[in-house]
């Protein structure tokens, strides 16, 4: 908590400034700022990066089976 605080801090002493990205839908005020957040504290390339999983429709339980079934195969191939 207090390294948020920090981050916070020191963006707030940078001015508050504003992410320039594209935010998503309706999340426009959050994106400015936790972006512009992320910018100060040198993490701005990582905000929004999966933003395409979110679009496509990931399934992070599908994702889960799939690497399961991938990591069982690579282990025992077609043994039963």
């Not at 948020?4 to 999340?27: D, M, V």
């Not at 990931?58 to 994702?63: G, H, L, Q, S």
Request: hydrophobic fraction near 40%.
């Amino acid at each position: 908590m207090k390294h948020c605080l920090t981050i916070i801090q020191g963006w707030i002493a940078k001015g508050k400034p504003r992410w320039k990205g594209e935010p998503l839908a309706s999340y426009s005020a959050y994106c400015s700022i936790m972006g512009g957040v992320l910018d100060v504290a040198g993490l701005g390339h990582a905000f929004l990066v999966n933003r395409d999983l979110a679009q496509e429709g990931a399934n992070p339980e599908r994702d889960a089976e799939i690497a399961f079934t991938s990591a069982m195969w690579r282990m025992y191939g077609s043994d039963e």
